[in-house]
């Protein structure tokens, strides 16, 4: 592991892996910890999950959405990943002194906005200031709690072979759209985040009672991350170059820039491995919702060596990996 923190460690690739594995989990190991899942699964009288999460996005605003949308989509939608249905957040806040109220005031109109699009209530929270130039203007962190509805389970997180790889819309817009309105370039009509709370979405398919194996919001280090991170050493996943859902603006500044959407993040999507014979049914289900209308089957997975594998649109394949370094910092 790296003797110093750089960028790549928070870039959800190889690097925070590292840190995550020989740091974090031996200094916290516990049972509720070792999943390493989106959200840890605790007991009490009643199932609940929880997860945190920061916020240290630049700029704070962008087309499409804000911090403020962010920190509340980004906490909701690990929550529904882990089957859970959320129910309260926190909101702790780090400003630098010197940063401006009214900004302030969008910012917070903007969670309680999203909080209650999310059905999710803001239960408590904090504030520090810090002096100036001790922090950018601002860092979020929140935490959630879900709560598990009667007889539901979490997903088991293990893909299997026959199983189909699902997403439920477009990929890369958040990450384009982020570094698009940090480097002025003027795109018309400028590129849009496709930052969401995503609750309603995975709740509509766990209450069709389709069967999932795995669910994933693909954040940092895109699609290509999660599915890195899923394949076990006896599978490989493949997917497949033709089926991957671009939007067309999103597609040409990737190409322009070369860039892969495969490694963008994203915030308002959700990445599904189901068992073959519910594949039609899950995807029926996303596609009633109107935040997974361009939902789509993109792969599949088969008996393997542990590689994620996408198929050209020439036939042949290429082979993904867990990224490594930094290649968009700070989008979320």
Request: some cysteine; proline content about 6%; charged content about 20%.
């Amino acid at each position: 592991m790296a003797r110093r923190i750089t960028l790549a460690h928070g870039s959800g690739g190889e690097a925070y892996r590292e840190l995550v594995q020989e740091l974090f989990l031996p200094a916290f190991e516990n049972e509720m910890l070792r999943p390493l899942t989106d959200s840890a699964i605790c007991r009490g009288s009643e199932k609940i999950a929880v997860t945190t999460d920061s916020y240290v996005i630049k700029p704070l605003f962008f087309p499409g959405g804000d911090i403020g949308r962010l920190c509340v989509s980004g906490t909701v939608n690990d929550l529904a990943v882990s089957g859970a249905s959320p129910r309260y957040i926190s909101v702790s806040m780090i400003l630098e002194a010197g940063f401006d109220m009214e900004t302030l005031g969008r910012i917070v109109e903007s969670i309680a906005a999203t909080a209650r699009e999310a059905g999710v209530a803001v239960v408590t929270g904090d504030t520090k200031v810090v002096e100036g130039g001790a922090a950018d203007g601002i860092f979020i962190t929140t935490t959630g709690v879900g709560l598990f509805l009667e007889g539901r389970q979490p997903p088991p997180q293990k893909i299997l072979p026959g199983d189909q790889i699902v997403i439920s819309g477009y990929m890369a817009s958040h990450g384009m759209a982020v570094m698009a309105a940090r480097e002025n370039m003027a795109f018309h009509p400028p590129i849009q985040s496709d930052v969401a709370p995503l609750a309603a979405l995975v709740e509509r398919v766990l209450q069709d009672g389709c069967e999932v194996h795995a669910m994933r919001d693909p954040t940092r280090g895109g699609v290509a991350a999660t599915l890195c991170e899923w394949v076990a050493p006896d599978t490989d996943i493949i997917i497949y170059d033709e089926r991957l859902p671009v939007r067309p603006d999103v597609s040409a500044v990737c190409e322009i820039l070369g860039m892969d959407p495969l490694y963008i993040a994203n915030e308002g999507i959700v990445l599904f491995a189901v068992p073959g014979p519910w594949a039609e049914r899950v995807l029926q289900a996303l596609q009633s919702v109107d935040a997974g209308r361009n939902a789509a089957i993109i792969g599949e997975v088969r008996k393997g060596s542990g590689s994620v594998y996408s198929v050209t649109e020439y036939g042949t394949h290429r082979k993904i990996m867990m990224p490594r370094g930094e290649l968009l910092p700070r989008i979320c």
